[in-house]
């Protein structure tokens, strides 16, 4: 056991049957200056609410600090943290900078009972060059209801002042590559830490604690710092559920300023969307009281169709849903739509069927609802009107309605439908300001004009330009890896060529067989590569698991934004085959197996977690053929992703959203062309693992 850290994670995951102690009622952690639950700058055992999504800041002396955290799920949560240094060089008078980022992860292995500690063991930078390296076990215990107090070893940069020894043996040499270290984990000089935590009201907090990082880079090394205590202090303001101040005394010489911005992607700031309201069921005569209401000739008027289409699309228009096509018989009517506006695809089909209810003939006993995306038919959500009238002022009616809904493959158009000539084709465009980062504080704000041809059902002529306005960013060190610069020249794409052309693609969406989905893209794909890319996808409507395979053939633009590529005259042909799975709960993984932008072979995976009201956040890995010292100081790419939807923060019906990746570093190993469009993430919503955690919206 002495020389090897997996017997202590062994035992402390063991340990988790402890949970079987006494009920009770734990208090929720206080995120401390690294972003991470904690005190001041040390962590702590709790942890944050499931779900929760932080952004936090610091401002101590020349030291800047960013971190973005997630509480995976109720045990586990991860950071990605920026930090800048000012006056790094101290050798060159000036205000020389120097940048890190890096990745971490905690799990609680016990959760707080009336006589055991909420117990946490922590990983800090784990896959970066080992400037915040560091490991940790930390317990917290709250003492009442306004008290908590924490104590816990650390090693690494955590273990770096007050040693009592390294109890499983010496930590080796930090690897330069950013792969993950895990010799390290655990090993070397372990110290001790300690503090505690006191709510003097509802909105104030204080923090008190011993810190066991001697700070032997900021301050001894580079002069940035005095650390001349070990003591920390510090009060917090908590204004509100979202948002929490902290101002400190660090190290017995400087004072730090902290900001937390704290969202729940369970619960919508705005408290909810607004929109149309949706009409009542309109429920037919009862056959007895009115036969004639029943009879079925009506499907042989000529002009039945045309003006039956055209009242559904006028119903429909102010949820923002258009009418594809819609074909019926006396008992049956299919109708496909196409929804622009609400985020919930079981709203926009509770929504399509209210508006059948009052549009089609009482013959007609089944809708069939065939979602469009992109020209498509995504899935087919069969609905008996009879329990649409029945179920509406029920209890539980959701629930009763999705056990008679049937979910499968959306089929051909059929032969008979009569389509709206008014729909194709259609010219759309937006400007709107965009954001574009480059890193965590850095990047450019300016205009994006898009523009969307939609030539007919599968076909889509589509382009972005976007002018940069105001920046941060710079070109920073000229690129020096071995591989073909596909993406490690991103910085000489974003400050050459302004406006700049970013996308000019024309796509096809197909279905060439039951449960089979396909594109074909050809143009300028992304900002640096064009070319053509292909794609299949098996995905059955009820399945938990798809597959897919892609093949590109693409060559990297010129850095100035225009039409060509004499630049890098470089052109290479990539492929993937790919599984996706749905864990359930929102939990989603993909793994991508082929070649990469480079040319290397390799795979990627990745996991996200999905919420009803469309956040997502996720992280990936990928590994390939090229050696971690080839690819550059992070060793591999990874990163973290995610998207807010803007109605859960606006409360305004919009399927829009924003999203962010952010790595650690950038690479041209694992690199993959960025495509709009790919076939997953179009159709999922329309399929049960995506209709089925939102489907009590049906009856908004």
């Not at 190290?251 to 619960?267: A, N, Q």
């Not at 629930?399 to 049937?406: A, G, H, K, Q, Y």
């Not at 470089?570 to 864990?583: H, M, N, R």
């Not at 495509?675 to 908004?700: A, F, M």
Request: net charge negative.
């Amino acid at each position: 056991m002495h020389n090897s850290p997996r017997c202590l994670l062994a035992f402390l995951a063991a340990s988790t049957a402890l949970s079987l102690a006494p009920a009770f009622a734990e208090g929720t952690g206080t995120l401390n200056i690294n972003g991470a639950t904690g005190l001041i700058d040390m962590p702590s055992g709790e942890t944050q609410k499931d779900a929760t999504f932080s952004f936090s800041t610091l401002v101590v002396g020349p030291i800047t600090r960013a971190t973005l955290s997630f509480q995976v799920s109720e045990r586990l949560s991860g950071s990605f943290r920026f930090q800048a240094w000012r006056d790094w060089d101290t050798l060159i008078p000036g205000d020389a900078k120097e940048s890190d980022r890096s990745m971490d992860l905690r799990y609680q292995v016990l959760k707080e009972g009336k006589y055991v500690p909420a117990l946490t063991i922590g990983l800090i930078d784990f896959t970066g060059q080992g400037l915040f390296s560091s490991e940790y076990i930390a317990a917290t215990k709250n003492l009442g209801d306004r008290l908590k107090v924490t104590g816990g070893l650390g090693w690494g940069r955590l273990g770096s002042d007050g040693g009592i020894g390294a109890p499983f043996g010496d930590r080796p040499a930090v690897s330069p590559t950013g792969t993950p270290n895990a010799d390290q984990w655990f090993r070397g000089e372990a110290a001790p830490f300690a503090g505690v935590e006191y709510k003097i009201s509802d909105n104030w907090t204080f923090k008190g604690e011993y810190s066991s990082d001697a700070y032997l880079l900021e301050d001894g090394t580079r002069g940035l710092i005095d650390r001349a205590s070990p003591f920390n202090f510090g009060f917090e303001y908590q204004r509100n559920a979202n948002m929490r101040f902290g101002i400190y005394s660090l190290y017995g010489s400087e004072v730090g300023l902290t900001f937390h911005l704290i969202l729940d992607p369970k619960s919508r700031m705005s408290g909810g969307v607004t929109g149309a309201a949706p009409v009542p069921v309109l429920a037919r005569p009862a056959r007895s009281a009115d036969p004639d209401a029943y009879d079925g000739g009506w499907v042989t008027q000529p002009d039945a169709g045309p003006i039956l289409r055209k009242n559904l699309a006028k119903r429909l228009a102010a949820d923002g849903i258009a009418v594809e096509d819609i074909a019926y018989t006396a008992t049956t009517v299919q109708v496909r739509i196409r929804n622009g506006r609400i985020d919930a695809g079981s709203q926009a089909v509770g929504r399509t069927a209210r508006a059948l209810s009052h549009v089609m003939p009482a013959s007609v006993e089944v809708f069939e609802i065939v979602p469009v995306v992109n020209g498509i038919g995504a899935s087919k959500i069969t609905i008996r009107r009879s329990d649409l009238e029945g179920l509406e002022y029920t209890a539980d009616n959701a629930s009763l309605l999705r056990e008679r809904v049937t979910v499968t493959d959306a089929g051909p158009v059929p032969a008979y439908a009569i389509g709206d000539e008014a729909l194709y084709p259609k010219f759309t465009w937006s400007l709107r300001p965009a954001l574009r980062f480059s890193e965590p504080l850095k990047g450019d704000i300016g205009l994006r004009l898009s523009a969307t041809y939609d030539i007919a059902p599968g076909l889509i002529l589509s382009g972005s330009i976007y002018t940069q306005i105001a920046s941060n960013t710079d070109l920073g060190t000229p690129s020096t890896s071995p591989l073909q610069h596909v993406r490690t020249d991103a910085s000489r794409y974003t400050e050459s060529g302004n406006p700049t052309l970013e996308r000019l693609t024309f796509a096809w969406y197909g279905r060439p067989a039951p449960d089979v989905y396909s594109r074909l893209t050809v143009g300028y794909l992304e900002r640096m590569h064009a070319g053509v890319s292909g794609e299949v996808l098996w995905k059955p409507v009820d399945s938990q698991l798809a597959l897919g395979a892609e093949i590109n053939y693409t060559l990297q633009r010129n850095t100035d934004g225009g039409l060509g590529f004499d630049e890098y005259n470089y052109d290479v042909v990539t492929g993937y085959v790919s599984a996706y799975y749905d864990f359930g709960n929102g939990f989603l993984g993909q793994v991508d197996v082929g070649k990469y932008l480079a040319g290397d072979v390799g795979a990627t995976i990745s996991v996200d977690r999905v919420f009803a009201n469309g956040w997502r956040v996720g992280a990936f890995a990928t590994v390939t053929d090229v050696s971690a010292a080839d690819f550059g100081e992070t060793g591999f790419d990874k990163g973290i992703r995610f998207t807010i939807p803007l109605n859960w923060a606006l409360g305004t019906e919009t399927r829009r959203g924003f999203g962010v990746t952010m790595r650690p570093g950038t690479g041209d190993g694992g690199a993959r062309v960025d495509v709009d469009g790919r076939l997953y993430e179009s159709i999922r919503d329309y399929h049960t693992d995506g209709l089925d955690p939102d489907w009590g919206r049906v009856w908004r």
